[in-house]
């Protein structure tokens, strides 16, 4: 039985497009973002444990006490500013069940939604299905942010502007002047600020994390959206938080508690013990860094030209040296006759820049398959 479609110009997405036909190659996969080693043994013997003890039906809505106990003392160490784990900060299902809440929480019907392009694929089409308008901006030709842009988008019908550091697809990140000038365009509007700062942990070069947190006038009026997914190596998981002022929170939790109502128990108990412990979030900039670094020197006997990289675990590279091919049809064929698949970046886009041959790759991989990859992307 046909029926109209709420999204009709949205297909599967490039992440799944991407996995599936990587595994029908035998391809290298370096497309969708996930780590492909281990996790820390102590967080699934942690895991094990809380599901022996019977920590196994529903936890608390908002998230486990003690895991916002946790999540509350992290960020009061990173930032400076912490929120109240009671009313401030809700344990989600992955970042992008809480940037779906955030949206639902907030935009109606008629309200405009200014995104970022080239942008994470799920920000359009969860404004679209709440009836929102997405205003797509884009990011500067050196893939900055562009404060001029994101300026003239705003009209009197803004109700969010969704900002998104370290930057999936580009790799670039924020910066403390960056947030200044958001917090000054923002200034006596009532927009509210979405940052998607998933890939907190993931900012290289010795840079600090620029958290619109650290930004009184940001944080008032900011859903401000965590993964642990990035950090522990657990992508799977779907886990996640998101900290709010009060009145922000409550308007979130109650599209939360009919969406998900809460997130997964013993993975709760577990991180709430695991994240204690600093060092097992304060060494992933230094090991990501190196693979960044590996893939890099690497990629120098290749054909591509890399661009920078300053966080997140996604390297973009110019192919136009090698093809004049769309990025859809390269990505294809890189994957099915060279064997590494990637992600092209024109999904990204509402519409993609006229030329622009770009493709993603993921660098959250073990030496050896990073190693295997470059060998083939040299033969390109
Ligand atoms: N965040 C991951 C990426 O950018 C994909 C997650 C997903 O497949 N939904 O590759």
Redesign the pocket.
């Known amino acids: 039985m046909p029926i109209p479609s709420k999204l009709p110009r949205v297909g599967t997405?490039?992440?799944?497009v991407m996995?599936k036909l990587a595994a029908e190659c035998g391809a290298i996969n370096l497309?969708?973002?996930?780590p492909d080693f281990p996790i820390d043994e102590k967080l699934s013997v942690l895991v094990h444990q809380a599901m022996s003890a019977g920590h196994n039906q529903y936890a608390p809505m908002p998230g486990l006490p003690a895991l916002r106990e946790a999540i509350a003392a992290k960020v009061q160490r990173l930032y400076g500013f912490s929120y109240d784990p009671e009313t401030e900060i809700t344990v989600t299902s992955g970042?992008?069940q809480a940037i779906f809440t955030a949206i639902g929480a907030v935009v109606h019907p008629g309200d405009e939604v200014i995104i970022v392009d080239p942008a994470?694929?799920?920000y359009s089409p969860t404004v679209e299905l709440f009836g929102g308008k997405p205003v797509h901006v884009r990011l500067g030709d050196d893939m900055k942010f562009d404060a001029n842009a994101v300026q003239a988008a705003i009209t009197p019908r803004t109700r969010m502007l969704m900002i998104n550091t370290p930057h999936?697809?580009a790799g670039t990140i924020l910066r403390e002047a960056d947030m200044e000038r958001i917090a000054a365009i923002l200034r006596g509007t009532d927009i509210v600020l979405l940052s998607d700062e998933?890939y907190e942990h993931l900012v290289f070069d010795g840079e600090p994390h620029a958290s619109a947190i650290k930004q009184p006038e940001l944080r008032d009026r900011a859903f401000v959206i965590f993964?642990f997914?990035?950090v522990f190596h657990t992508?799977g998981w779907k886990m996640g938080y998101v900290l709010a002022p009060k009145e922000l929170m409550i308007e979130f939790r109650k599209v939360h508690q009919f969406n998900v109502f809460s997130a997964n128990t013993p993975i709760q108990h577990a991180l709430a013990t695991y994240m204690k412990e600093p060092a097992h979030y304060e060494n992933v900039p230094v090991f990501y860094q190196a693979k960044r670094d590996r893939f890099a020197a690497g990629m120098k006997g290749s054909r591509f030209k890399l661009l920078p990289c300053e966080g997140s675990y996604?390297q973009t590279a110019d192919y136009s040296a090698i093809s004049d091919e769309d990025d859809m049809a390269f990505a294809q064929r890189v994957t099915r006759a060279f064997g590494v698949a990637t992600?092209p970046l024109s999904p990204f886009y509402k519409a993609p820049p006229v030329g622009q041959r770009l493709l993603?790759f993921?660098f959250a991989k073990q030496d050896a398959t990073l190693d295997a990859a470059i060998e083939k992307l040299c033969r390109i």
């Open positions: 997405t490039i992440f799944t996995s497309s969708q973002g996930f970042g992008t994470y694929d799920c999936n697809p998933v993964s997914g990035k992508t996604f992600i993603r993921c």
